[in-house]
Structure formats: structure tokens, C-alpha cells
């Protein structure tokens, strides 16, 4: 598939391995999976960044390769079970932070045409998520704009 903004080709990744259950060496009861999870959240960490601290860290020093394997639920299912999933979704949230600081650096800098075509294109990568998410994660009325986004960001 194509790139959003270039004429060039995606490159191809990697995909995890299959498999169907989790490995031997890492036999962690899912209900501490689980709790570990929550209380990363409500520390202020993000789903990817939760999922990293798991596989690195682990629980009482074991660490838990894969959650999804482990438990049978992903990150962001348990965290909704729980009540601790964030407000904006992280991929949206990430984009907004790329946006406003790029804002703000083209009104420091208004002949940076190289950052005001990334803010462009960053602002319509926002828009389309916003569209995307509005209505299920997302306030029915929710539309993008600078200030909307740098008070989400302040808020959190």
C-alpha cells in the first residue's frame, strides 16, 4: 500500500510469530497481569509503553512476552474493563503533540515551508482520526483544532 503523503511505496515489516499460547518460562497468573496493568495505567503510562514495562520488567520479575497470549485480552480491553483507559486514544493523542509542537515552531520560525508542509500533512493525519473515532471514543460534536488539542494535552 501506498504512503498517506508520498508517491513512494510502504516498505513491508515484520510480523510477530504465530502462536497460540504463551511460553513455558513465563507461567504469570493473568489476575497479576492484569492488576499490573491497571496500576501502570493509573501511573500515567501508555498502552504501548505498558506493554513494553511488562515485557522488560514483567511481574515479580518475570516477564510476560505477550498479554494478549497471556491473559486472552489485549492492554486496551482490560484497561476499559477497568475503567483506566485514557480520554483520546494514543495514536491520536501522539499526533496531536506532534502537531502543536510543529505549530508552534512555524510561528517562531514562518519561513520553515519544510515544517509548515509536515504540520499540514500532520493536521490532516489528526482530522482523519478524529473521524474515525468520533462517536465511539470521541464526543459526537469533537472536531480538531490548535486550541482544542493543546488543552487535551494540558489536561493530561
Wanted: net charge negative.
Amino acid at each position: 500500500m501506498a504512503r498517506m503523503h508520498t508517491r513512494r511505496r510502504g516498505s513491508s515489516g515484520s510480523d510477530k510469530p504465530a502462536a497460540d499460547e504463551p511460553p513455558e518460562w513465563s507461567d504469570v497468573d493473568p489476575e497479576k497481569i492484569e492488576d499490573r496493568v491497571v496500576e501502570l495505567a493509573e501511573q500515567g503510562h501508555d498502552p504501548s509503553q505498558i506493554g513494553i514495562k511488562l515485557r522488560d520488567e514483567g511481574v515479580t520479575g518475570t516477564p510476560v512476552p505477550d498479554v494478549k497470549l497471556a491473559t486472552g485480552k489485549k492492554i486496551s480491553t482490560i484497561l476499559e474493563e477497568n475503567d483506566a483507559d485514557p480520554e483520546v486514544p494514543e495514536d491520536l493523542r501522539n499526533l496531536m503533540e506532534r502537531a502543536v509542537g510543529l505549530r508552534e515552531h512555524v510561528q517562531e520560525n514562518p519561513q520553515d515551508y519544510q515544517n509548515k508542509r509536515a504540520l499540514q500533512n500532520t493536521e490532516s493525519k489528526v482530522r482523519r482520526l478524529v473521524d474515525y473515532y468520533r462517536g465511539d471514543e470521541l464526543e459526537a460534536d469533537f472536531t480538531y483544532s490548535y486550541d482544542v488539542a493543546k488543552a487535551i494535552l494540558e489536561e493530561n
